[in-house]
């Protein structure tokens, strides 16, 4: 069972940054894919970015230029750093995953919550 946790969400005002991070519980070589989705209350749940075992990523338009998205081998985590952020922003991010052997089964973290407001 593989397992993901969140971590790195928070209050922060217009223009802030902050730094998501998913520990796995499994190896990353492992996944094919490791992503962000976004929901924000009363919206459904939205891909904000992700990235494949070979390294190749994919943005939102709408935070292409203010995010970054990557992965650490080594600790087994994928982060996320969000800048410039904006009140559209505040949503619950949801880290999830996708084991090679397993490409259509969505593993998901528990969540962790960003609000941009001042």
């Known amino acids: 069972q593989v397992q993901l946790v969140e971590s790195g969400g928070g209050l922060v005002q217009p223009g802030g940054s902050l730094r998501l991070s998913c520990a796995a519980s499994a190896t990353i070589s492992s996944f094919g894919s490791m992503g962000w989705y976004r929901q924000a209350p009363g919206k459904q749940r939205e891909l904000v970015a992700s990235?494949?075992?070979?390294?190749?990523?994919n943005y939102a338009d709408s935070v292409k230029g203010r995010f970054t998205i990557s992965k650490d081998n080594a600790k087994n985590t994928v982060s996320l750093q969000m800048g410039s952020l904006r009140p559209e922003d505040t949503a619950v991010y949801f880290c999830?995953?996708?084991?090679?052997?397993?490409?259509?089964?969505?593993?998901w973290g528990q969540g962790t919550r960003v609000t941009v407001s001042s």
């Open positions: 990235i494949t075992r070979a390294g190749s990523i």
């Open positions: 999830n995953a996708r084991l090679i052997w397993e490409p259509v089964r969505n593993y």
